[in-house]
């Protein structure tokens, strides 16, 4: 019986120590360092415990107003803005993060620094959206959206609302505006 819990004891040592501690800064599909897709805006406050956290608060939930809530270093530097599934509620998911600083990277090395090169290269696109001032790249393999202002684009692309974009349209230099992680269901 002694050897058996010594066994067991000492295989409980090897499997804890050999757990990974979690990058507070990988992005993957399902998790941007210690928020998961999971996460309940309850227990921000204990994920970032030595941060601040900024909650705006609108007063209008009827318009659609979620209440977004901001991640900032103690220094000052902002990190994140979480989007709540739903306004005023504890127990709500994230439906979506901005990625602001760029310590954030995926397992490939992208970030909000990183220029449209490094999407194709690294990831397969699933659609690019044309907007008024922008297109919206999509990559769904790591739930992510990426902006890219359409001053970075050829002048003959930049006003035509009916054009379908593709890949080969943007400069590989084009720099990324905004990096979104989305969560919906």
């Given at each position: 019986?002694?050897k058996?819990?010594?066994?067991?004891?000492?295989?409980?040592?090897?499997?804890?120590?050999?757990?990974?501690?979690?990058?507070?800064f990988e992005?993957?599909?399902?998790?941007?360092?210690?928020?998961?897709?999971?996460t309940e805006?309850?227990?921000i406050?204990?994920?970032?415990?030595?941060?601040?956290?900024?909650?705006?608060i609108g007063?209008?939930?009827?318009?659609?107003?979620?209440?977004?809530?901001?991640?900032?270093?103690?220094?000052?530097?902002?990190?994140?803005?979480?989007?709540?599934?739903?306004?005023?509620?504890?127990?709500?998911?994230?439906?979506?993060?901005?990625?602001?600083?760029?310590?954030?990277?995926?397992?490939?090395?992208?970030s909000?620094?990183s220029?449209?090169?490094?999407?194709?290269?690294?990831?397969r696109?699933?659609?690019?959206?044309?907007?008024?001032?922008?297109i919206?790249?999509?990559?769904?393999?790591?739930?992510?959206?990426?902006?890219?202002d359409?001053?970075?684009?050829?002048?003959?692309?930049?006003?035509?609302?009916?054009?379908?974009?593709?890949?080969?349209?943007?400069?590989?230099?084009?720099?990324?505006?905004?990096?979104?992680?989305?969560?919906?269901?």
């Amino acid at each position: 019986m002694y050897k058996i819990l010594c066994s067991l004891f000492c295989l409980a040592v090897v499997f804890t120590s050999c757990k990974k501690d979690q990058d507070p800064f990988e992005i993957s599909k399902h998790h941007i360092g210690l928020l998961t897709d999971s996460t309940e805006v309850k227990d921000i406050k204990n994920i970032y415990a030595n941060d601040s956290i900024v909650r705006f608060i609108g007063g209008d939930e009827f318009l659609g107003n979620v209440n977004n809530i901001e991640i900032f270093e103690k220094g000052g530097k902002k990190l994140l803005t979480l989007m709540p599934k739903h306004a005023l509620d504890s127990t709500s998911t994230i439906s979506g993060i901005r990625i602001i600083d760029a310590r954030f990277v995926t397992d490939k090395n992208l970030s909000t620094i990183s220029v449209f090169k490094d999407i194709r290269n690294h990831y397969r696109i699933s659609r690019i959206s044309n907007l008024i001032n922008s297109i919206v790249i999509i990559v769904e393999d790591i739930n992510a959206s990426f902006t890219i202002d359409k001053k970075e684009l050829p002048a003959n692309l930049r006003f035509d609302m009916d054009l379908k974009f593709e890949s080969a349209h943007i400069p590989d230099q084009a720099k990324i505006k905004y990096f979104f992680i989305n969560w919906l269901d």
